[in-house]
T-cell receptor, first 113, second 113 residues
Framework: DADVTQTPRNRITKTGKRIMLECSQTKGHDRMYWYRQDPGLGLRLIYYSFDVKDINKGEISDGYSVSRQAQAKFSLSLESAIPNQTALYFC????????????FGDGTRLSIL | GDSVTQMEGPVTLSEEAFLTINCTYTATGYPSLFWYVQYPGEGLQLLLKATKADDKGSNKGFEATYRKETTSFHLEKGSVQVSDSAVYFCALSDGEGAQKLVFGQGTRLTINP
């Protein structure tokens, strides 16, 4: 079983719809992150969380919100999806020690028509 | 702010060729440096890392040396295989607090038999 699981893996939806992407992890890590990947731009950080009570905006948080329901669960929401949010979305986790690598899920491919 | 610049892709090589993917960075302080690899349909996996100047990270025949004087972390492999075909991302982390990763744009590598 994957350590970091994202659902759904693929989603096609229409402009204006509310979307939720879910991430769960079994690594016991405190830190969780949401990124989006666009061709030629690498990955950019949307939100990150140190624990259930701590949520922080990343580089490109506009149009997104998150919820940390438990240590193991971190959800990303698009309240009113727009076409330029079409991208590949990744969840990642890391331990609390300095220089620890991040562990990524397999991604959610989201298309907004 | 911090940034990472990678060699433009795509890169196509023949099996057993020598590989170099260039990566340079701009950062305040003393970042940690990473190479991640993304195989088709999968999330990113840590390939190697270096946490201080002159450190050499290595894994699966790949190597990269943290060069503070040239702010570089070039990825090398002496003899590539078809199975090395993937997208490679250079990234840095400030190593403090949030340990946020800043990614380069990615380099797609294709190895032909």
């Amino acid at each position: 079983d994957a350590d970091v699981t994202q659902t759904p893996r693929n989603r096609i939806t229409k402009t204006g719809k509310r979307i939720m992407l879910e991430c769960s992890q079994t690594k016991g890590h405190d830190r969780m992150y949401w990124y989006r990947q666009d061709p030629g731009l690498g990955l950019r950080l949307i939100y990150y969380s140190f624990d259930v009570k701590d949520i922080n905006k990343g580089e490109i948080s506009d149009g997104y919100s998150v919820s940390r329901q438990a240590q193991a669960k971190f959800s990303l929401s698009l309240e009113s999806a727009i076409p330029n949010q079409t991208a590949l979305y990744f969840c990642a986790t890391s331990g609390g020690y300095s220089n620890q690598p991040q562990h990524f899920g397999d991604g959610t491919r989201l298309s907004i028509l | 702010g911090d940034s990472v610049t990678q060699m433009e892709g795509p890169v196509t090589l023949s099996e057993e060729a020598f590989l170099t993917i260039n990566c340079t960075y701009t950062a305040t302080g003393y970042p940690s440096l990473f190479w991640y690899v993304q195989y088709p349909g999968e999330g990113l996996q840590l390939l190697l890392k270096a946490t201080k100047a002159d450190d050499k990270g290595s894994n699966k025949g790949f190597e990269a040396t943290y060069r503070k004087e040239t702010t570089s972390f070039h990825l090398e492999k002496g003899s590539v295989q078809v199975s090395d075909s993937a997208v490679y991302f250079c990234a840095l982390s400030d190593g403090e607090g949030a340990q946020k990763l800043v990614f380069g744009q990615g380099t797609r590598l294709t190895i032909n038999p």
